[in-house]
C-alpha cells in the first residue's frame, strides 16, 4: 500500500465548476500536510499547507482529517489555468522527507 | 521562481555510465533535500543534507551518493546507470532541516538512460 494515495483522474471539468480532490495517507505519525501543483514538465510548487482546522486561499479550501488520515481540496469556480497535477504531500518522517501522492489531474475544459 | 537552480536541464547517458547533478539552493538556506519523479508518478525521496551532512535517506540505493558544499550547493551522483533511472530529478531548499520549514523546488534534471 502506498503511503500517501490519490485518485489518478483525470478530472475534466468546464470553467466555472467546482472539483474536490481526496487523499489518504497511511503514517499516523505525519505532522505536515501539503498540496502542491505541479504543471507538465515543471517543478512542483506549492500551492498551500493543511491545517486540522481548515483553511482557505481565494477559491482553494483544503481540509485535514486526522482520524481518518485524509485530507482534501476543493477549488471553486475553476479557471483554465487550474489545469495541472496536485500533488498530495506529507511530512513527519527524520530528515524532513516529504512524501508525495502520485498526483491528481485537472483538465478545466471552455 | 525560487532561486532554486539545477544543471544541466536535460542528459542523455547509457546504462552502466555514471552521472553528476547539481543544485544550487536558495540563498539563506542550508538544507538540499533530492528526489526522483518518474514518468506519472510523485516525486520520492533520495536523501537530504543539512549543513554538509546527509540528514535522512529515503529507499535508493547506494549507488545514489550526494554531497553538499560550505556553500549549500550540492551535487548527486550515480554510479552504474539503469534503464529505470531514466526520471525527472528534482533538488528542493529549505531554510533549515525542521518540518516546518518549506521545501522549495529547483526546475529539475531531466535524466535519459538508454
Known amino acids: 500500500r502506498k503511503e500517501v494515495e490519490q485518485d489518478p483522474g483525470p478530472f475534466n471539468v468546464p470553467e466555472g465548476a467546482t472539483v474536490a480532490f481526496n487523499c489518504t495517507y497511511s503514517?499516523?505519525?505525519?505532522?505536515?500536510f501539503f498540496w502542491y501543483r505541479q504543471d507538465c514538465r515543471k517543478e512542483p510548487k506549492l500551492l498551500m499547507s493543511v491545517y486540522s482546522s481548515g483553511n482557505e486561499d481565494g477559491r482553494f479550501t483544503a481540509q485535514l482529517n486526522r482520524a481518518s488520515q485524509y485530507i482534501s481540496l476543493l477549488i471553486r469556480d475553476s479557471k483554465l489555468s487550474d489545469s495541472a497535477t496536485y500533488l498530495c504531500?506529507?511530512?513527519?518522517?527524520?530528515?524532513?522527507?516529504?512524501?508525495f501522492g502520485g498526483g491528481t489531474r485537472l483538465m478545466v475544459k471552455p | 521562481e525560487t532561486g532554486v537552480t539545477q544543471s544541466p536541464t536535460h542528459l542523455i547517458k547509457t546504462r552502466g555510465q555514471q552521472v553528476t547533478l547539481r543544485c544550487s539552493s536558495q540563498s539563506g538556506h542550508n538544507t538540499v533535500s533530492w528526489y526522483q519523479q518518474a514518468l506519472g508518478q510523485g516525486p520520492q525521496f533520495i536523501f537530504q543534507?543539512?549543513?554538509?551532512?546527509?540528514?535522512g535517506r529515503g529507499n535508493f540505493p547506494p549507488r545514489f551518493s550526494g554531497l553538499q558544499f560550505p556553500n549549500y550547493s550540492s551535487e548527486l551522483n550515480v554510479n552504474a546507470l539503469e534503464l529505470d533511472d531514466s526520471a525527472l530529478y528534482l533538488c528542493?531548499?529549505?531554510?533549515?532541516?525542521?518540518?516546518?520549514?518549506?521545501?522549495?523546488f529547483g526546475p529539475g534534471t531531466r535524466l535519459t538512460v538508454l
Open positions: 543534507y543539512y549543513r554538509e551532512e546527509e540528514n
Open positions: 504531500v506529507v511530512n513527519g518522517n527524520a530528515g524532513n522527507m516529504l512524501t
Open positions: 528542493a531548499s529549505s531554510l533549515t532541516g525542521r518540518l516546518t520549514d518549506t521545501q522549495y
Open positions: 503514517n499516523s505519525a505525519s505532522q505536515s
